[in-house]
């Protein structure tokens, strides 16, 4: 697939610019995914511009990230030096940094793909992880979020493209998944917890719903 030229103009835009820590990955991995010896290796896909860095720094692993934007690559080398090494450039539904790793972590980053895309990468992540090592993903788009009746149908069925408005409009591909799906991404994984969460717009009371996926898989 690629990187989608959509995210690197937000990012050459300055109009995704998250630079906290998502609080709930920092819960997942604490809670089931805490390192636990020296050497401890961490994979992020798609680190933006570096949102998550601040709480694996804080803990002291080894740190890896491939990102598919230039303009987020290139700030987060500026920012942190000593990660210029380990966070490349580069597709990671195709590969992935050399090694083996304890943890690979994704906050809604293979969400930007299609079927097909993922479970490459999923595939990929399964052979580099280590036996026992766990996948945190975190707010990956459910298909009771509103916005999946919006856009055109991509390349699959739960894929979809060309938002007009609201939150993916410019986005790309979003990818939205119910459990059974998620199930099925993952069926070569244990999934050791799973967490649907929800928000409904009370004012104005339009209906609009906001839902994804929270979840830890272990090898």
């Known amino acids: 697939m690629g990187f989608s030229e959509e995210w690197e103009e937000r990012y050459q835009e300055n109009t995704q610019m998250s630079r906290w820590p998502w609080s709930d990955l920092v819960s997942l991995v604490m809670r089931y995914a805490r390192p636990d010896k020296k050497n401890f ?5 798609g680190c933006g511009i570096g949102a998550n860095i ?8 080894d740190y890896y990230s491939v990102e598919g934007s230039p303009t987020a690559v290139k700030r987060m080398h500026q920012q942190y030096p000593h990660l210029k090494n380990n966070i490349s450039l580069g597709d990671f539904t195709l590969s992935l940094p050399d090694g083996e790793f304890d943890l690979i972590v994704d906050r809604a980053s293979l969400t930007s ?3 097909q895309s993922i479970r490459n990468s999923l595939r990929n992540c399964y052979t580099q992880l280590v036996e026992g090592g766990k996948f945190v993903g975190v707010d990956w788009y459910s298909t009771k979020y509103s916005d999946y ?4 149908q991509a390349e699959d069925c ?3 493209t060309n938002f007009t408005d609201g939150y993916f409009a410019r986005a790309g591909r979003v990818h939205f998944s119910d459990k ?3 199930l099925d991404l993952f069926n070569n994984f244990k999934i050791v917890t799973m967490e649907h969460k929800s928000y409904k717009r009370v004012l104005p009371d339009d209906g609009w719903e906001l839902a994804s996926w929270n979840f830890v898989a272990e090898k």
């Open 41 to 45: 290796r961490v994979l992020e896909l």
């Open 54 to 61: 601040p709480l694996f720094d804080s803990l002291g692993v």
């Open 113 to 115: 793909n299609n079927e």
């Open 149 to 152: 009746q919006n856009g055109e």
């Open 158 to 160: 739960w894929t979809r």
């Open 180 to 182: 059974g799906h998620l």
